[in-house]
């Protein structure tokens, strides 16, 4: 059962233990226990700055930390059902992309259930970027790749259904 949809297990995964390695890596290793403390690594343009999100992304929900951690839960057993389930049928993109997503619900639910808040630390001050973490990164790439699969079903779609 758990080698039907491998390559969501495996970017589930992989982006999890990516996700929390790095998040043990910079606030046990990196940064003193100050909030807001920053290490520039591109002066202006990038740094590595501490910061808890009781929100969700971009802060918004500021104040929802109690459910934002249950429905973190909730889209990861979803996930998690939707790739056992032997009623769907997904091809790769959909499998790794569905993967990330399911790492980085994981990964922010962990912090919201340990911590009480998300951990961030990736400062893109260049654009003004809200600080943010690696499950983040994982959540977009995820929707990325649930784009390109999308894309590719409508034209395999449009190419058997002819108008």
């Known amino acids: 059962m758990f080698f039907k949809n491998r390559f969501f297990w495996i970017a ?81 993109w959909e499998q790794v992309g569905y993967g990330f997503i399911l790492s980085g619900a994981l990964g922010n639910g962990i912090d919201r259930f340990l911590v009480g808040e998300v951990i961030d630390f990736l400062d893109f001050r260049l654009i003004r970027f809200p600080v943010f973490n690696v499950a983040d990164t994982f959540i977009n790439i995820g929707i990325v790749c649930l784009l390109i699969a999308s894309f590719g079903r409508s034209s395999a779609q449009g190419e058997t259904n002819p108008k």
């Open 12 to 92: 589930a995964v992989v982006g999890l233990a990516l996700d929390r390695l790095t998040k043990i890596l910079f606030v046990v290793y990196i940064f003193p226990p100050l909030l807001g403390y920053s290490i520039p690594v591109l002066p202006g343009v990038f740094h590595f700055t501490y910061a808890l999100n009781p929100g969700a992304a971009f802060s918004i929900f500021p104040g929802g930390s109690i459910w934002l951690r249950w429905l973190s839960l909730g889209v990861s057993i979803g996930l998690m059902i939707l790739a056992w389930s032997k009623r769907f049928a997904l091809n790769r």
